[in-house]
């Protein structure tokens, strides 16, 4: 069955670092755009980071900028998010999604990524 995997989240203390990983399951990525989700609690889902298909272009969200590194290995059939100098306001579960064809960008409505995983916790706490 053709999923994304999710892992990597934990416990980390603030200002520390997490690095999760999302990694397709029976089947390659290496056309699509991927993109970072995370849902806090009571809160609707929002777009973290996106990747193009060969990392030529990325996009965060202002909340992650110069924090958070998006990137891919295609021969791992990997998307890597390297977060930095967390805080609480980054607790939430965390999910990746892929565009649904090779012509879903990383500016394409969120309505086109598919195949979302079951998510990763990260939990910023002292």
């Known amino acids: 069955q053709f999923q994304l995997v999710e892992s990597g989240g934990g416990l980390v203390q603030p200002g520390g670092s997490l690095r999760l990983s999302c990694v397709a399951a029976?089947?390659?990525?290496?056309?699509?755009?991927i993109g970072w989700f995370r849902q806090a609690p009571g809160k609707e889902r929002e777009e973290v980071a996106c990747?193009?298909?060969?990392?030529?272009?990325?996009k965060y969200a202002d909340s992650v900028k110069g924090r958070f590194t998006i990137s891919r290995d295609n021969a791992k059939n990997t998307v890597y998010l390297q977060m930095n100098s967390l805080t609480a306001e980054d607790i939430g579960v965390y999910y990746c999604a892929q565009g649904r064809s090779r012509w879903v960008s990383c500016d394409s409505p969120r309505s086109e990524f598919i195949r979302w995983g079951q998510g990763t916790q990260v939990t910023v706490s002292s």
């Open positions: 990747i193009s298909s060969t990392s030529s272009y990325t």
């Open positions: 029976g089947y390659t990525l290496d056309y699509a755009s």
